[in-house]
């Protein structure tokens, strides 16, 4: 049960990093290149689907449910569950809480732009998410190799 949870947490985690990886690169030089209509249009939708998505919201939840049920099961004597408690902590903080107070402040104020006329604030918006999304790369990333040497 605890390799089966350390697992599932260090999965979690990890594909996190590879969708904070990629939003931070090959997003962010997309949205760069597209004309503020292009890039207002793409941006809400890209929000609105990530939003929603039931994979992304299990996978943002999963390292934190993974760390509580460690902290109240036997472990195996060669681990490491603080690690894993620890990455879970930090996960929830940096990824989760953050998501919360940063993120979704930005996918409300994109989800109210007109959809007959670009915003003002395209560029700012998209830089905003660019930057807090930071944040949350960092998190998922220690959080992953916590629960790697969790195991």
Do not use: C, Q
């Amino acid at each position: 049960m605890y390799r089966l949870f350390t697992f599932f947490g260090l999965l979690s985690a990890a594909m996190l990093v590879g969708l904070m990886t990629t939003l931070l690169t090959v997003m962010r030089g997309v949205w760069l290149k597209e004309s503020d209509d292009t890039a207002a249009s793409s941006f809400k939708n890209f929000l609105a689907h990530a939003a929603r998505n039931r994979i992304l919201s299990t996978l943002s939840i999963m390292p934190v449910i993974s760390a509580i049920v460690i902290a109240f099961i036997k472990s195996p004597a060669d681990s490491h569950p603080h690690d894993a408690i620890i990455g879970g902590g930090i996960f929830f903080i940096g990824f989760f809480l953050w998501t919360a107070f940063f993120n979704l402040p930005i996918y409300k104020k994109v989800d109210a732009w007109p959809a007959d006329k670009t915003p003002n604030d395209v560029r700012t918006l998209i830089k905003r998410f660019h930057d807090v999304n930071i944040v949350r790369l960092l998190a998922a990333l220690i959080a992953t190799v916590l629960f790697f040497m969790a195991i």
